[in-house]
């Protein structure tokens, strides 16, 4: 049975709506961003303004109909913090975009000068880190990978603050379809999602709440019966509350890998490109990327929100917090004692 600190259970209530849903947009995504804006003007690097711009338009046009927004402390924090509305979850991005590329696999790392710590000075409500995980990448890689991720959780169990770990396999050097591109991984093995949930499932990584990917590419989950065993199995295995990620999949298909996880007993999503890739399309014309926006991302996020109400769990409820669910369990008087100091 998992127990939730004050901290812990604070942060995952504010990130939900009062049902113990998760409807949450993601706006702290860098290379898919900064890399069509770096494009069209034909330089090396987007120029801070434009991709501030388009942020702020994000956190403007969808924060009043999602639970809480997942931010980036290079773009969206500096320039939107001012517009958030209060009473929003904040979710913060710990782990740079960047990362290292060897031989035996993928190699995460944390934005330079930014902490768990400055998170939860900050007020945030949720630590976000994503890694990047093969189960057959090379074990020097996997190492380092699991003890990344493992100092991550002690770190939000110091300063109490939930862990939203989302997780992501790859293609190695040896795959077809290589790439370094923030998308799914075309041909990805079920398997190797599976067993990267199971092993980060583990108490010693302190997780909260799971970020996932679909386990079989979106254009696949077509509703059989087969597929949802699938997705039935990877709920089982995460053990906890956990949210869907979206990983640049179309608004048809993404809807409909919402509706296998929910049936699996996801407690909503943290999307963002699915949500707002459309409007993003129009760049450099502003004026249309605002219209899109507010029309058509806003509209599919109701969709998908009311597919999340009538289907997705209640977090609070999950099975691993025992009878009774997630709730602060503290002996009286004794309280002040018992929770301790950093």
Request: proline share 5%.
């Amino acid at each position: 049975m998992i127990t939730l600190t004050p901290g812990k259970l604070s942060g995952m209530r504010r990130m939900a709506d009062e049902n113990g849903i998760y409807k949450m947009t993601a706006v702290d995504q860098r290379p898919p961003i900064k890399g069509p804006i770096a494009k069209h003007l034909g330089v090396d690097q987007a120029p801070w303004d434009q991709v501030a711009k388009f942020k702020g338009m994000l956190v403007e046009s969808l924060q009043a109909h999602s639970t809480a927004m997942l931010l980036d402390p290079h773009y969206a924090i500096p320039y939107s913090f001012d517009t958030l509305i209060p009473h929003k979850g904040l979710v913060v991005t710990l782990e740079d975009s960047l990362f290292t590329e060897t031989p035996g696999g993928r190699l995460s790392a944390s934005i330079d000068n930014w902490s768990v710590g400055k998170i939860k000075r900050m007020g945030g409500d949720a630590v976000k880190v994503l890694a990047w995980y093969r189960p057959d990448a090379s074990d020097e890689v996997n190492q380092a990978q699991k003890d990344y991720v493992k100092q991550i959780g002690e770190d939000c169990a110091k300063y109490d603050i939930p862990f939203l770990f989302e997780l992501l396999v790859y293609p190695l050097a040896a795959d077809a379809h290589q790439t370094k591109e923030y998308v799914e991984m075309k041909g990805k093995k079920a398997d190797d999602v599976l067993a990267s949930v199971e092993e980060f499932a583990k108490p010693e990584y302190g997780v909260d709440v799971f970020k996932l990917e679909s386990p079989v590419n979106a254009a696949d989950a077509d509703g059989s019966a087969e597929v949802q065993a699938v997705f039935d199995e990877m709920g089982r295995l995460a053990g906890r509350p956990w949210v869907m990620l979206s990983a640049g999949a179309g608004k048809a298909e993404f809807r409909n890998v919402l509706d296998h996880a929910f049936k699996a007993g996801a407690s909503g999503f943290l999307a963002g490109r699915a949500i707002w890739l459309d409007a993003f399309n129009a760049y450099p014309d502003w004026d249309a990327i605002r219209a899109g926006l507010e029309g058509d991302a806003v509209d599919y996020m109701k969709d998908i929100s009311a597919l999340a109400d009538a289907k997705a769990a209640n977090w609070a409820q999950h099975a691993c917090y025992g009878e009774g669910g997630a709730r602060l369990i503290a002996d009286g008087a004794a309280f002040r004692a018992d929770y301790a100091d950093i």
